[in-house]
């Protein structure tokens, strides 16, 4: 599948038949995949083809900057995640204050009816944009009306009797409650890092790590140590994942984020790598000595072979 990617400045887009749906989609969880999965069913039916308007930045940054605020993906990996989930056209529209403040009527008439002459548009439960959030599902359905488009609302998606959102599963990443997240989020949690050059302790005692430079909007799970897998070219490895500040080797100021790769020992600093989250071990913790430390990794290798059996 040939997919769109439109980035601002958007042409008009002539005799092409939109179903289309819009949002922040941070993390595109198991709630965003509903919605997807809605969109793709009705424009098999109607013929037409699946358009997502998603924004960066998070509107959070542009409005509440000084909120300390992490994204469940960046945009790189939202849209990655939007590829295999099957939309054909992305829109990436800018998200200014000057945009902010564009009304639910400007927004529909200047950008979704002339721009992309959307012939349906599908939103969630409890979804409002425009300025002071006035595009309510009355005030669309009114819109709908007056531009000749489709207007379709859909009911939340609940997991354990709780309504899947980005909030949930932020709060559950910052827990350290990875198995919980991965459900809400419908896969493994993906953090992507660049190698970059860290101080070699880990060779030093038996267990090398590849240190991780990630993107600092990007929301980063408790300290702890983590079973993970690693795609590197194509391959997928297993490993354990580190991330706290290294108090047996006196600590700092800056969380480590560092990938211990069972069975690899190949060059990959500067690759760009994704680590998938599916466990967590143990919280961090300070080791009198270093033997005490190598004795209790190699309990966490142990349960990280064991979970792959």
Not at 68 to 91: A, C, H, P, S, Y
Not at 109 to 124: A, E, T
Request: aromatic letters at 10%; hydrophobic letters at 40%.
């Amino acid at each position: 599948m040939i997919v769109h990617i439109f980035k601002n400045n958007f042409e008009i887009q002539k005799d092409r038949k939109w179903v289309f749906t819009l949002g922040v989609f941070d993390g595109v969880h198991s709630g965003h995949q509903y919605v997807i999965d809605f969109l793709k069913n009705l424009a098999e039916t109607e013929n037409s083809e699946t358009a997502l308007m998603t924004f960066d930045p998070h509107p959070r940054f542009v409005l509440q900057p000084d909120t300390d605020f992490k994204l469940l993906t960046t945009l790189e990996e939202k849209i990655l995640l939007l590829e295999q989930f099957g939309v054909q056209n992305i829109i990436i529209q800018e998200f200014s204050k000057d945009f902010s403040r564009l009304s639910a009527l400007e927004f529909v008439r200047d950008i979704l009816v002339k721009k992309f002459q959307i012939h349906s548009l599908i939103i969630g439960y409890d979804q409002k944009f425009g300025k002071n959030r006035d595009g309510n599902f009355e005030h669309l359905q009114n819109l709908a009306k007056t531009f000749h488009f489709d207007l379709l609302r859909l009911p939340s998606v609940n997991k354990n009797e709780t309504t899947v959102s980005s909030t949930k599963i932020r709060n559950l990443l910052e827990k350290g409650e990875i198995e919980q997240a991965n459900q809400y989020l419908g896969y493994e949690f993906i953090m992507t890092g660049t190698v970059a050059h860290g101080d070699r302790i880990g060779r030093t005692i038996g267990f090398p790590t590849a240190n991780l430079e990630i993107d600092p909007q990007k929301i980063c799970p408790k300290n702890g140590v983590y079973i993970v897998k690693v795609s590197i070219d194509n391959e997928v490895f297993t490993g354990m994942m580190n991330i706290g500040m290294r108090p047996t080797f006196g600590g700092g100021l800056k969380r480590q984020l560092e990938v211990h790769i069972l069975n690899f020992n190949r060059n990959i600093y500067g690759k760009k790598i994704p680590i998938h989250f599916l466990d967590r071990i143990r919280d961090e913790k300070k080791f009198a000595t270093k033997n005490e430390l190598i004795k209790q990794l190699e309990e966490d290798k142990k349960k990280t072979e064991k979970f792959f059996l």
